[in-house]
């Protein structure tokens, strides 16, 4: 079955330093992983995949992610943090063949402060 | 381009009393979805569509009822709602299962459906 672990509840940067939030899976075959971000009273909004190609997925916003495929781990980076970056962010991963199982991470709360 | 739209937004009802939540996409998407989201544990599938006329169970389906009559709409009842089932409720739709032929694979949420069972 598959799984996916965000080991931070919260994660504190000040603008303009960069930032990470870290995701680790568990999955059946090839993993199709995903980043979302949900702003207060939204619905989550789709930053990112991996699905095959170059380790590191640039996305929205100048968010990127790095595939690791060893370490089993798909953290999502930016450069240079904003302060209306602050959300609440999710990682997600399904295996190849199972679309309707995409399982989502407890999400982890980026508070970016100015 | 209103793309995932739920109905209603906020709703408290009492245990035992019933009710449905509307979802309507305009992206012409054959899969939709309903998730629950509560605190401390993500979102979880509740159940899902592949297309007009199917549906099927996801990872916690017990208490819910769901139809997809028109391609655009699908809806999720509640029969019987207990206190177990205040949560925030998700739609999604995408454009097929089939991740490797669709640009982005990515699900498309709508704003939520806050309810409340007493």
């Known amino acids: 079955a598959q799984s996916v672990a965000q080991p931070e509840d919260q994660v504190n940067v000040a603008e303009g330093n960069p930032l990470t939030v870290k995701c680790t899976y568990s999955?059946?075959?090839?993993?199709?992983l995903f980043w979302y971000v949900q702003y207060p009273n939204r619905g989550l909004q789709f930053l990112l995949k991996y699905i095959t190609g170059d380790n590191l997925v640039k996305g929205s916003y100048g968010f990127e992610a790095e595939f690791n495929k060893s370490q089993t781990s798909f953290h999502l980076k930016k450069p240079s943090a904003l302060v209306s970056d602050s959300a609440l962010y999710f990682c997600?991963?399904?295996?190849?063949?199972?679309?309707?199982?995409?399982?989502f991470g407890t999400g982890t709360r980026l508070l970016v402060s100015p | 381009n209103a793309g995932v739209t739920q109905t209603p937004k906020f709703r408290v009802l009492k245990t035992g009393q019933s009710m449905t939540l509307l979802c309507a996409q305009d992206m012409n998407h054959e899969y939709m979805y309903w998730y629950r989201q509560d605190p401390g544990m993500g979102l979880r599938l509740i159940h899902y569509s592949v297309g007009e006329g199917t549906t099927a169970k996801g990872e916690v389906p017990d208490g819910y009822n769901v139809s997809r009559l028109k391609k655009q709409n699908f809806l999720l009842g509640l029969e019987s709602a207990a206190p177990s089932q205040t949560s925030v409720y998700f739609c999604a739709s995408s454009y097929s299962g089939d991740w490797e032929i669709t640009d982005t694979g990515e699900l498309f949420f709508g704003e939520g459906s806050r309810l409340t069972v007493l």
């Open positions: 997600a991963v399904r295996n190849w063949r199972s679309f309707q199982k995409l399982v």
């Open positions: 999955v059946s075959g090839n993993p199709y």
